[in-house]
């Protein structure tokens, strides 16, 4: 049950995670995302490693003070129409919080194309961090593709622009979201909180 309940939304966490928070390589292969969840559920705490991969693009170099993109491609998913037995009904409510790389500013983001998300996502910036959310919700068994993520930057005097991804544990997440799985007794929701672990280093642009 409570294996069921968090991994009914690891695999749309993962997805989404992956899309809005990784930022791009140059000429960089798939990149898989590892992610570690752990779902408050009512017959308590329960945790899944899940990883995610996603194509990215961004330049090796980059002028100081010169505007590069962070494109991010992720592919279509799937949320699990039933786990251990139990129906998903649907995985709903996602915060995504993304750490604006140092040595460069963050000028704007897009969010292009994507399909059966239920709902349009949108982007806020406060204190270097940028905050994803969408309400969904996303059926079990449906099929969804998250949108492309362009984020633009511009690139400060010197250095290299390094990204990772946002989140250190549970308490201090970077990707949040709720399960709900239909049981005997009724459906039953799971808030579940992930953080990469390991964290690396996702892409490195050179300043010069």
Do not use: R
Request: net charge negative; charged share 10%; aromatic share 6%.
């Amino acid at each position: 049950m409570k294996f069921t309940l968090l991994k009914a939304g690891a695999a749309v966490a993962a997805a989404v995670a992956a899309s809005v928070v990784a930022a791009p390589m140059a000429a960089a292969a798939p990149a898989d995302i590892l992610y570690d969840c752990q779902a408050d559920t009512p017959l308590g705490a329960e945790n899944l490693t899940l990883n995610q991969t996603v194509d990215t693009t961004a330049p090796a170099t980059v002028a100081p003070g010169g505007a590069l993109d962070l494109v991010v491609d992720p592919a279509p998913n799937q949320v699990p129409s039933e786990a251990a037995g139990y129906t998903v009904k649907n995985v709903n409510t996602f915060t995504l919080k993304v750490p604006v790389p140092t040595n460069s500013t963050l000028t704007g983001v897009d969010l292009t194309g994507g399909s059966g998300l239920g709902s349009d996502p949108a982007w806020t910036e406060a204190d270097g961090v940028v905050t994803v959310t969408f309400a969904g919700p996303i059926a079990g068994g449906a099929t969804f593709e998250l949108p492309t993520i362009t984020a633009h930057l511009t690139a400060g005097a010197s250095g290299a622009i390094e990204s990772s991804l946002y989140g250190t544990g549970y308490d201090n997440p970077g990707l949040t979201f709720t399960a709900v799985v239909g049981t005997i007794i009724g459906d039953i929701s799971a808030p579940t909180s992930c953080f990469p672990n390991p964290n690396p280093v996702l892409t490195s642009t050179t300043i010069g």
